[in-house]
């Protein structure tokens, strides 16, 4: 079974200071996973997706994540933060076995707030 | 491309009625989902389809709620008998038959209020 773990509901930085959204999943195949963001009163939109070609992955509005497999981690970063990155992001795991393939199982959500 | 679309975007309605959900997914998707989002979590899956068959439930998908797609292109969710804790953001994606690295399209949701 796949799950992840987001850490931190809330997390407020300031305009062009560093942003750092932690995750951290479970699975016991190699996983596939998924950053989303969601503005106010809107879908999800992917930011970004790791399917074991890079551990590095890049990906839109500047973000980019890293899968660590020995820390079971995919954190979320950006170098400067802007005020149009305010929203909730969301980690996600795609479900692979037991007859399923492809629905994700989404983390609780990181709220960020960005201080002028 | 026009998206995933979903309708209504908001409904309100009492305890014990029935409401019904559609979503047109992007045309060459063939693969559609739907997801329950409440107030401070995740998105949880329900439902999903590959064409018109369903192909998985999830646990949360009462014997109340039922989804279809008939000719495999929109999909409704309908609910019966509604319930207060029936409250929530009711998402459809869509994707192509790319299975777990298929990337998933989400419409702007279907906001729930029961009364």
């Known amino acids: 079974a796949q799950s992840v773990t987001q850490l931190g509901s809330h997390v407020s930085v300031s305009e062009g200071a560093l942003v750092l959204l932690r995750c951290n999943y479970s699975?016991?195949?190699?996983?596939?996973l998924f950053w989303y963001v969601q503005y106010p009163n809107q879908g999800l939109q992917l930011l970004l997706k790791y399917t074991s070609a890079a551990t590095l992955v890049k990906g839109i509005n500047g973000f980019e994540a890293e899968f660590k497999k020995s820390e079971t981690s995919f954190h979320l970063t950006k170098p400067s933060a802007h005020m149009s990155d305010a929203a909730e992001y969301f980690c996600a795991v795609s479900v692979i076995g037991g007859g399923s393939q492809g629905n994700l199982i989404f983390g609780k959500g990181t709220k960020l707030s960005v201080k002028p | 491309d026009t998206g995933v679309s979903q309708d209504p975007r908001h409904k309100i309605t009492k305890r014990g009625q029935n409401v019904t959900f559609r979503c047109d997914p992007i045309s060459e998707h063939n693969r559609l989902y739907w997801y329950r989002q409440t107030l401070g979590q995740g998105p949880e899956f329900l439902t999903y389809f590959q064409n018109e068959a369903q192909l998985e439930k999830s646990r949360l998908l009462s014997d109340r709620f039922s989804a279809e797609r008939p000719k495999g292109s929109f999909s409704t969710l309908e609910i019966q008998r509604t319930e207060q804790g029936d409250s929530a953001m009711y998402l459809c994606?869509?994707?192509?038959?790319?299975?777990?690295?298929?990337?998933?399209?989400f419409g702007p949701g279907t906001r729930l209020t029961v009364t």
């Open positions: 699975s016991s195949v190699p996983p596939y």
């Open positions: 994606a869509s994707s192509l038959n790319q299975g777990a690295l298929g990337e998933q399209y």
